[in-house]
């Protein structure tokens, strides 16, 4: 059985930082492209980040409105993917999705992660 887990979601101040971690199981992460979407309540799914498979090169892309902040990576040993997201800011509250594969709205993902960023 496949399963994503995320963690690492948390009340921070503006300009703070966080890391999101997301635990794969029931697959080998570093065969996949993954990804990092986000969800406020009421709306819809917002896409953050991708991370392309190993046999691809691995490479990062990312949404323009976290361009810059935030920083997707993944540890294949650990079979786990990350989100550094640094200079938070108010827009970025939301729940926080790890997802396998290029993002279609579809995708099998974890539970979510709270972020909020506030004063």
């Known amino acids: 059985q496949v399963q994503l887990v995320e963690s690492g979601g948390a009340l921070v101040q503006p300009g703070g930082s966080l890391r999101l971690s997301c635990v794969a199981s029931g697959l080998d992460m570093s065969n996949f492209a993954m990804t990092w979407v986000r969800q406020v309540p009421g709306k819809e799914f917002e896409w953050v980040s991708s991370i392309n498979s190993q046999a691809v090169g691995g490479q990062p892309s990312y949404g323009h409105s976290v361009r810059g902040r935030f920083t997707i990576s993944r540890d294949n040993a650990k079979n786990t993917l990350y989100l550094q997201m640094n200079n938070l800011k108010g827009e970025d509250t939301a729940v926080y999705y790890c997802?396998?594969?290029?993002?279609?709205?579809?995708?099998?993902r974890g539970q979510g992660t709270q972020v909020t960023v506030s004063s």
């Open positions: 997802a396998k594969g290029a993002w279609y709205g579809g995708n099998l």
